[in-house]
């Protein structure tokens, strides 16, 4: 084994050890409270696991299904279905799932482009990369939450390291145009959101294949052209692919207004940035802008033009994002790939400003010293005390964990009690301290076939009329949302009834335990008495059109009502 080969097999093992050492830690300070997405791919890798098994034609068939049509599709999780048989509970082996398959190569990619571009050799600038690139806490957060869409940074890394190799302003080259339209599809495959990224890479790369070969900038029309060719019939590939494997996907998204859909997602510019720097942290923002000063005062070398493409594709990405809604912990994951290659540009900058290697080293020994605590802080909570409002550091990430877990545990006995005979819930509390996602996972599961799922999102989800037919109903004291209120309508007004015994909420019967849940939070089961009266179901029907008129045609008539007078 060559000197080059130890350093980066001992590279490899340091990021291997550390992010299982993060997983382990992590898991195990959870308690079983996972809701909604944390919660729902979890459950959805489980089922694309035991399907494969049982019917390999039907996990097949199923998962081809679900790419071709479904926002959320299982072709991420369904992957990840040989880590199901580990000797551990289900949960870690599924976040390890995660990790080892989608998140260490992204680690390693991305050292690995780092590396290139910069042409270090030096043992190391290797280690001290993967290092810092290891405890990057964004690439983490989703993982951490079992969300999977770290896994379309896979292709987009694959993408950046191609188009590095591959000159294709030289001539038109058709094969590796079309791998590179396969390649752009990809993230879009794995993740409908990322579609922005994809948008994104076809807009700079051709700048970035243009100057990243010829860093003189001396304008030729021959290159020009077949620059434009050669992403013309990737961009090509790219719509065909989709059209012809996720023509119903495509034709929804053409024709939903996601704007609208999510507007109760949608805070404004100004707090998807908090959104975006609180997952990175303002500290890594001097580096970020020495990165671009130095690439600008050194602007014809290869490095200086893949920091300004990543620069760019930081900023067209964002803006293009934020445009539909405020970005969740996974939406941030390419954004803080592009902040993340421009950062370590500026730290390797201010590193060379020092001629002795001693204090260059000593440097960079401090600043991955500092990362390690800023990692370990933000996903264990040393210090319950300090407040992040300025996003300094990243926000938190905690394990799962709920004080008064035993009366979360004391409510879910109960309902699984009341419900042995077949009868329904609703759950009108949508946030961390109570949702219906909490109480399945408390109940090892025993709820599901029992939780009717109400509307939580009124835009999106609309009035589940059903909900309102359940014999049981659970309510916090005070109403629990984890949205704007004027977005949440949907879960507040229901609820707002069901506590002041008004309306349809005078059908019920409050049953005399209270449960002390966190936060100082109190829930509450009712018991449905009676069918509504015509006149409370016309009351409730009216009051929710007058907050939504569109709604009018859709609930104010004959078959709501009798739906909710039964």
């Not at 049509?69 to 580990?86: E, G, H, I, V």
């Not at 590179?180 to 994104?200: C, Q, S």
């Not at 984890?482 to 309306?503: E, F, M």
């Amino acid at each position: 084994m060559t000197k080059n080969n130890k350093v980066y097999f001992i590279s490899f093992v340091i990021v291997l050890v550390l992010a299982l050492l993060n997983v382990h830690v992590f898991m195990g300070n959870e308690q079983s409270v996972y809701f909604w997405d944390s919660k729902n791919f979890w459950m959805q890798w489980m089922r694309y696991a035991d399907l494969l098994f049982q019917s390999p034609l039907d996990w097949g068939v199923s998962v081809y299904t679900t790419v071709t049509k479904d926002d959320y599709n299982a072709l991420s999780t369904a992957l990840l279905f040989p880590f199901k048989f580990l000797p551990i509970d289900s949960r870690s082996a599924y976040i390890y799932a995660i990790t080892i398959t989608y998140l260490i190569p992204v680690i390693l990619l991305a050292t690995f482009i780092l590396l290139k571009i910069f042409e270090s050799k030096s043992p190391f600038y290797v280690i001290t990369t993967a290092i810092l690139v290891v405890l990057y806490t964004p690439f983490w957060k989703p993982t951490l939450r079992g969300l999977p869409d770290v896994v379309g940074l896979i292709p987009v890394l694959c993408v950046i390291y191609f188009t590095i190799k591959n000159d294709l302003s030289n001539r038109v080259l058709l094969f590796k145009s079309v791998f590179l339209g396969i390649l752009l599809w990809m993230p879009f495959a794995f993740r409908r959101w990322y579609i922005f990224t994809v948008i994104t890479l076809y807009i700079t790369l051709p700048f970035f294949v243009a100057f990243y070969h010829d860093v003189k900038f001396k304008f030729e029309l021959s290159k020009a052209k077949n620059i434009l060719i050669n992403f013309f019939i990737s961009g090509i590939i790219t719509v065909a692919l989709a059209l012809l494997i996720q023509k119903e996907l495509i034709t929804r998204i053409i024709s939903t207004d996601y704007s609208t859909m999510y507007s109760a997602y949608q805070y404004g510019f100004s707090k998807s940035l908090m959104v975006i720097f609180g997952d990175i942290g303002l500290f890594m923002m001097p580096f970020f802008i020495f990165g671009i000063i130095s690439a600008i005062s050194n602007i014809k070398t290869k490095q200086s033009v893949f920091v300004l493409f990543s620069a760019f594709s930081f900023v067209i990405s964002v803006l293009l994002f934020t445009g539909t809604q405020t970005p969740g912990i996974h939406h941030v994951l390419p954004f803080s790939l592009w902040f993340l290659f421009v950062s370590i540009f500026g730290l390797n900058y201010i590193s060379s400003l020092f001629k002795s290697k001693d204090t260059e080293h000593s440097l960079l020994t401090i600043i991955m010293v500092g990362m390690t605590l800023i990692s370990v802080s933000t996903f264990n909570k040393p210090f319950p005390s300090y407040k992040n409002d300025f996003h300094i550091f990243p926000d938190g990430l905690y394990p799962y964990k709920v004080s008064n877990f035993d009366e979360y545990k004391r409510l879910s006995d109960r309902l699984v009690a009341l419900t042995n005979s077949g009868d329904k819930i609703s759950v009108f509390s949508s946030n961390y301290i109570l949702n219906d996602d909490m109480l399945l996972t408390i109940s090892n599961f025993k709820l599901t076939p029992r939780v009717f799922r109400v509307s939580q999102v009124d835009l999106r989800d609309k009035l589940r009329v059903e909900a309102f037919s359940t014999k049981y109903v659970v309510v916090t004291d005070p109403i629990q949302l984890h949205l704007n209120k004027d977005g949440q309508r949907v879960i507040s007004y229901p609820a707002t009834l069901l506590l002041n015994k008004k309306g349809i909420g005078s059908a019920y019967k409050k049953l005399d335990e209270k449960y002390q849940l966190s936060k100082g939070v109190s829930a509450y089961i009712y018991e449905k008495q009676r069918p509504f009266t015509e006149s409370e179901s016309q009351d409730f029907i009216k009051n929710i059109v007058n907050m939504y008129p569109q709604w009018n045609e859709l609930y104010n008539n004959a078959k709501t009502l009798k739906l909710l007078s039964e």
